[in-house]
């Protein structure tokens, strides 16, 4: 099994920065794409931002030049560093993880989703 576990949310002040991670553990074989998305209350979950293995990131136009994902391949690990925060950045922050891990000798696809981080942007 594949767990998702982000990390790093909170309060911030409009202008400042934060830094979300999220880490997969498990019997993983091969991570793939790595991305992070957001939900506000009776919204759609939308894209922020995705980095895959080996090109180039994509980023939702409201987040393009403040917003940098990265990724720790050897930690299986992805961040978002947000920069010049906003108070429609308001949102819950999912990391989701797509790869391929081993239950027992076999080997499967997983597409796996964090709980969920918090981060609220005052004025």
């Known amino acids: 099994q594949v767990q998702v576990v982000e990390s790093g949310g909170g309060l911030v002040q409009a202008g400042g920065s934060l830094r979300l991670s999220c880490a997969a553990s498990?019997?993983?074989?091969?991570?793939?794409?790595m991305g992070w998305y957001r939900q506000t209350p009776g919204k759609e979950r939308e894209l922020v931002a995705r980095?895959?293995?080996?090109?180039?990131?994509a980023y939702a136009d409201s987040v393009k030049g403040r917003f940098t994902i990265s990724r720790d391949n050897s930690e299986s690990t992805v961040y978002l560093q947000m920069n010049t925060l906003n108070l429609e950045d308001t949102a819950t922050y999912f990391c989701?993880?797509?790869?391929?891990?081993?239950?027992?000798?076999?080997?499967?696809?997983?597409?796996?989703w964090g709980q969920g981080t918090l981060v609220s942007v005052s004025s």
């Open positions: 989701n993880v797509r790869g391929i891990w081993r239950p027992g000798d076999s080997y499967r696809t997983f597409d796996a």
């Open positions: 498990g019997t993983i074989f091969h991570i793939g794409d």
């Open positions: 980095i895959p293995t080996g090109g180039t990131a």
